[in-house]
């Protein structure tokens, strides 16, 4: 491992895999419910595919880390018990968690299983994770996409936990966990269902003036004869406001903050992340590749930004941004 | 004869001037048939120093008209500033404050109101906050009914509110989309949201009302309408019912949800009453059946 941890995304284990064998120091996954914030049909894992995939990444050198993210249903919380039990059962490194019944679950039931702060759970400041830590024992605290590398860095002075950061993939540009957009258009949720403007409300029409994409019958973008359309996910939509036509909320980018990885480390932050669970093995193998050949440049006193147009066409609307790490993005 | 189902006022959502402020809270505390009025600042620190002498002196009318006063603090801290202005209100362990970030959690062990803003989708979260001192808890807006019911079972000696009218809060952002869209930065925003006294209306691409949009928040263009039989909502739970500040009439509001809540008048009444106070929308309703938010209301 590197001076900084690689955490990368599997959405089976055949992408599991593929993750580890491109340089990834950790990866991690959920289960094949609603437990998990990447709640899509044909992904995640079974139990037995998890007690697998965490045998053949411990005989790799490699973590497994479970995401038992989403908030638990009323009524219905036995079904996040299990994930807990099932992750501490096949020897899983850590489960990332939000809610805080699930926290209280596994701290009582699990007393020695890792505790990683899903950033589902938008703790963005030192009083905030002192009390998930203190609370529940958690050890690492996923970091909100709402926060610039300096106030990471002035953060970190005030905490005791390790930190990670997601560094690519796709950009929630609300607070992750303080966003019900989804649920307001479609009834489905990231926080109630694992998803965000879910596939089955979307629809495409052949329209006067070009293609027009919409969510639940809401109108999100129109893209003229010959260009590729986009996913119409809420925030990343056109809308009118004073009349006027704008990505109000954030234009159709990904975020890309290879260049900034120094910058992070600097900051104290332990780990970075990828997003992407859902976009399949060949794409986690590009990008883990890309990010273990910039971390070992780092390392090796070299700058790493020159391998960051390596991952330009695998970005959302072909553009990238380092979000609200830089400040200007506000 | 089970007790009556209580009215609070929410806090203030938006930008309002401190003249504007005080003569609101001056009504309400003189008109307004609601037992309790949140008052700071939930949505942007930054506000919060220009409006503080006015939320003081809203308090002293609302406590002097007998009602009760309960301090909510911000939603999404930032600034050292706003961490300072949580770490004050949930230091007086004394008073009941709402807590809309769990930040507040840290060192508080006096009662407090988990707000809708804190992410509590079921009973045994609800239950960890209980243990924290939690009295009463104001529903996520995205849970259903059944979902409520099913957290009020398995707390039973915790308050349950419902968010019952005002445009429902969606979601916070580290952006402004009020600085961006007048092509401010964050920094230097010239508190532009006040413009905007019940946010500033969004509409699709083909020109349907969707969204609202108060500074770092974004709001749903629809209002939400609690319009189920009080019989209902106490089978689920429910004791209180949270009214969310607006420019529209909100003495007529509260009066309306009194009536309908003590069974005076039923809910296609509630709707036109509450409607001839001139909402900023339509009424939907769609989060209370398990449906899409944006549903219309009135098909209880």
């Known amino acids: ?330 | 004869m089970s007790e009556p189902i209580q009215l609070t006022l929410g806090p203030l959502l938006f930008n309002w001037a401190p003249e504007r402020i005080r003569d609101f809270y001056g009504r309400i505390a003189d008109e307004a048939p609601v037992e309790r009025v949140h008052l700071g600042e939930v949505v942007c620190g930054k506000r919060a120093p220009l409006l503080d002498n006015a939320f003081a002196d809203a308090a002293e009318r609302v406590k002097a008209a007998g009602k009760q006063v309960v301090w909510s603090t911000l939603g999404l801290p930032g600034l050292r500033r706003d961490r300072k202005a949580i770490a004050a209100l949930s230091a007086d362990q004394e008073s009941l404050i709402e807590i809309n970030d769990v930040s507040a959690l840290l060192d508080r062990t006096g009662p407090f109101v988990a707000g809708p803003l804190l992410n509590v989708y079921n009973e045994a979260a609800a239950r960890e906050l209980m243990g924290r001192g939690c009295v009463r808890l104001c529903a996520n807006v995205e849970l259903s009914l059944a979902a409520v019911s099913a957290i009020a079972a398995g707390c039973p000696e915790l308050e349950i509110e419902l968010f019952a009218f005002g445009r429902l809060p969606l979601a916070l952002s580290g952006r402004c989309y009020h600085a961006r869209h007048h092509g401010l930065h964050k920094d230097n925003c010239q508190f532009i949201c006040d413009r905007d006294l019940d946010g500033l209306d969004l509409q699709t691409l083909d020109g349907k009302d969707f969204l609202a949009v108060n500074g770092v928040q974004t709001l749903s263009h629809g209002v939400q309408l609690a319009d189920i039989p009080p019989a209902d909502l106490r089978a689920a739970g429910v004791t209180a019912l949270r009214l969310s500040p607006h420019t529209a009439d909100m003495v007529a509001v509260a009066q309306a949800f009194r009536a309908f809540a003590d069974e005076r008048i039923d809910g296609a009444e509630l709707a036109a009453r509450a409607g001839a106070a001139r909402p900023p929308g339509p009424f939907v309703g769609g989060y209370l059946r398990g449906v899409a938010g944006l549903q219309p209301a009135g098909l209880q």
């Open chain 1, 1 to 330: 491992m590197g001076s900084i941890e690689l955490v990368c995304p599997a959405g089976s284990p055949a992408m599991l895999r593929a993750a580890v064998e491109a340089g990834a120091d950790s990866v991690y996954c959920g289960l094949r419910d609603d437990t998990n914030a990447r709640n899509f049909p044909g992904l995640n894992f079974s139990p037995a595919e998890l007690a697998d995939s965490v045998r053949w990444a411990h005989d790799h050198g490699a973590r497994v880390l479970l995401a038992v993210n989403t908030f638990a249903r009323a009524g219905a919380s036995d079904r996040w018990r299990h994930s807990i039990d099932a992750a501490a059962g096949t020897g899983a490194d850590a489960v990332i968690v939000a809610d805080l019944g699930v926290l209280a679950h596994a701290r009582e039931a699990w007393p020695d299983l890792r505790l990683h702060l899903s950033v589902q759970a938008a703790a963005g400041t030192p009083e905030a994770i002192a009390f998930y830590a203190r609370a529940y024992g958690v050890k690492r605290v996923v970091l909100p996409r709402v926060l610039s590398v300096d106030e990471i860095a002035a953060l970190m002075r005030e905490i005791e936990v390790e930190t990670e950061a997601f560094v690519y993939g796709g950009l929630c540009v609300m607070a992750e966990g303080r966003c019900a957009l989804s649920s307001y258009a479609t009834g489905r949720s990231p926080n109630l269902d694992g998803v965000c403007s879910p596939p089955e409300a979307v629809t495409y029409t052949e329209e006067e003036g070009g293609m027009v994409s919409r969510l639940a019958g809401l109108a999100l973008d129109r893209y003229a004869p010959g260009d590729p359309a986009g996913y119409p996910t809420l925030c990343k939509g056109r809308f009118v406001v004073d009349g006027a036509l704008s990505y109000l909320f954030e234009d159709p980018v990904s975020l890309n903050a290879m260049s900034l990885l120094a910058a992070l480390r600097r900051a104290g932050v332990t780990a970075v992340k990828i997003e992407g669970r859902q976009r399949g093995k060949a794409y986690v193998a590009r990008v883990a590749a890309a990010f273990r050949a910039a971390i070992d440049a780092m390392d090796a006193g070299e700058d790493p930004a020159r391998f960051e147009p390596l991952l330009a066409d695998l970005a959302e609307g072909g553009r990238q941004t380092a979000g609200a790490y830089r400040k200007t993005w506000r």
